[in-house]
């Protein structure tokens, strides 16, 4: 009788807990991103500072984007060319007139868009437009009648006719408003917010085929934490949703500052600053009042909202695209990418953030798992990612990080290369295996 | 309100935005005027006067009431001055400013008492650091009074 020969369970348990260590890395791995920094800001007066607004990537893999204190380019191979200065000031960190916090748009021509949220002839913040010598023109100056202190960019339709969102211009009694530039400059409000229909938006709109405006209003609304607007092209305006969250026991998100985006079916794809209810008390971290610390959600063409996830705070990130400029990116899988403001895997600890951590880059899967891709440090690669991401065809992530004056740096734009893995041809997968050497006998 | 400028007499009378405020004479150079707090609770830039007894008014000046965001990013910029001035280190700047950023966001979604909240946080780290000596009397008194001026709009 033959012997068979079985591990003994010592083995049994080493060999479980390889398989395990093995299934762990691989997991980690598929998630894995390589972080770079492609620029970090010098600060005044040779560069700019603290990037609040996210990119602009061209065709040619040209990153723009604005600092408080500049436009800039930057090349594929990480050349920066500050292309217009904004009101610089003296002291690092307190900037005078004409500070953009949101990302540019570019037309045909290479033109650049974008707004300031103050400056202008009445210092309430303009629309700009940058041209391709550097020449900047400011299109319009808000007067506080017509909103002003946009936190978002502006989107271009197909004549060339710019939209945004003017946020509220208290001293006018203004909530809000929607407006539109023509290409002769132009200015028209489209739309005034009443309170009931939201105030304060400051997420921008997006616009679809059909030329009928979306966004988000972060505050007022049915219940007072803000809605989900649709504006269609004769100007009439549609709550899509309004937001009831908060701590007042709704876990569907509050605060709505961010933008929109909107897949192939209508659903539209956004967030909410605070609320989605993970804490009945209502705190995140020491942020008490606000009823969670932010949510990713779905908006179906019918109305239905559905919180897709709901930030605890933890490692698992608060407070995504807090000011307004910024929005997911969504890949063809379904996946969608932000950034939170805070929170992360422990790092940045002892600076006494309202959440522990600077912030992170995050993916949500489409059964709702979140993937933190990327937790910033504080360090050089930047800290508390204010604005969205842009992604390039190979799946590759580019955004900005800011930084405070203490962190010793004036912010950074990175890049998250993806891991995308390329299928292989049998031959080649034939020529991968590992030769295995028989036994002779 | 103190009012500075030339040829102030007994009676001279301070005018914000139009409207005649009980007003004290202090000298020929400076009046004091009671402004309630109606007049600046909304944003915006107002003109102040002054019309002396069976004379004309005189040249106007701004007087502006900032909004509570632009308010806190005034004592934002108050906070980085001190750190680039080096009263501040990395650390101290960054907690300060991390409470008012977030006090800003709050306020943007109208979570006004998280907003009060951020800014109680705020002061009571000034109030530390004044009583750990990093900043003098007047430096937190300065930054104190700011905060609690916004909390008031707020409230």
């Known amino acids: 009788m033959k012997h068979q020969s079985f591990p003994n369970r010592s083995v049994l348990r080493f060999t479980a807990f390889i398989v395990l260590v093995l299934a762990a890395v691989a997991a980690t791995r598929t998630q894995a991103q390589t972080f770079t920094v492609l620029h970090s800001f010098a600060g005044p007066p040779s560069d700019g500072a603290f990037p609040f607004g996210g990119l602009f990537r061209d065709a040619a893999g040209n990153l723009y984007g604005t ?26 960190g307190v900037f005078g007139p004409g500070d953009p916090y949101a990302a540019l748009v570019m037309d045909p021509a290479g033109n650049l868009y974008g707004t300031s949220r103050d400056g202008g002839a009445f210092g309430l913040g303009t629309v700009f437009k940058l041209d391709t010598s550097g020449t900047l023109t400011v299109l319009h100056s808000f007067t506080g009648t017509d909103g002003g202190e946009p936190y978002a960019g502006v989107v271009l339709d197909a004549a060339g006719n710019l939209y945004g969102t003017g946020s509220s211009a208290a001293a006018f009694g203004v909530l809000g408003t929607v407006f539109k530039v023509d290409t002769a400059g132009n200015f028209t409000v489209l ?36 809605a989900v607007f649709k504006l269609d092209p004769l100007g009439n305006a549609t709550v899509l949703y309004s937001f009831k969250g908060g701590n007042t026991g709704g876990s569907d998100g509050s605060g709505p500052t961010g933008g929109l985006i909107m897949d192939a079916a209508g659903n539209l794809y956004g967030t909410t600053v605070v609320g989605g209810g993970f804490d009945t008390s209502g705190t995140c971290g020491s942020q008490t009042g606000v009823g969670g610390c932010g949510t990713v959600f779905k908006l179906d063409p019918s109305g239905n909202e559905t919180v897709l996830y709901s930030f605890k705070g933890g490692s698992d990130g608060a407070f995504p695209f807090p000011l307004g400029d910024g929005h997911l990116v969504r890949d063809a899988a379904g996946n969608l990418y932000g950034t939170t403001l805070e929170g992360s895997l422990g790092t940045c600890t002892g600076r006494n953030q309202v959440v522990v951590g600077c912030g992170t880059v995050f993916k949500l899967d489409p059964a709702g798992n979140e993937t933190i891709l990327y937790s910033f440090t504080g360090g050089g690669d930047g800290a508390f990612p204010y604005a969205g991401l842009v992604m390039d065809t190979t799946g590759n992530l580019y955004g900005t990080a800011s930084s405070f004056l203490a962190l010793g740096g004036f912010g950074t734009v990175f890049k998250l290369r993806s891991r995308r893995r390329h299928p292989r041809s049998p031959a080649s997968r034939l020529r991968a295996q590992p030769r295995v050497r028989r036994p002779s006998p | 309100m103190t009012v500075n400028g030339t040829n102030f007499v007994s009676g001279s009378t301070v005018s914000f935005n139009g409207n005649a405020r009980a007003t004290m004479f202090v000298s020929a150079t400076q009046l004091t005027a009671a402004i309630p707090a109606s007049d600046i609770a909304t944003a915006g830039t107002f003109n102040v006067t002054v019309t002396n007894p069976g004379g004309g008014a005189s040249n106007s000046v701004s007087f502006t009431v900032l909004t509570p965001q632009q308010a806190t990013q005034a004592v934002i910029n108050t906070v980085n001055a001190l750190f680039s001035q080096g009263v501040l280190n990395g650390g101290q700047d960054n907690s300060l400013v991390t409470q008012l950023q977030h006090a800003i966001i709050m306020m943007n979604v109208g979570k006004n008492a998280g907003a009060i909240g951020n800014l109680e946080s705020f002061i009571s780290e000034v109030n530390d650091l004044l009583n750990s000596g990093v900043l003098s009397s007047s430096q937190a008194a300065s930054l104190v009074s700011a905060a609690e001026s916004v909390i008031a709009r707020l409230s």
């Not at chain 1, 500049?70 to 090349?75: I, N, T």
């Not at chain 1, 229909?197 to 009928?212: H, L, T």
Request: proline share 5%; net charge negative.
């Open chain 1, 67 to 92: 600092t408080l204190s500049s436009v800039f380019k930057l090349d594929p191979a990480g050349n920066e060319t500050v292309l217009s200065r904004l009101g610089i000031g003296t002291v690092p």
């Open chain 1, 191 to 226: 739309h005034f917010f009443t309170g009931s229909d939201g105030c304060g938006p400051s997420g921008g709109v997006i616009m679809d085929a059909a030329g009928n405006l979306y966004g988000t209003a972060g505050g007022c609304g049915a219940f007072g934490q803000g």
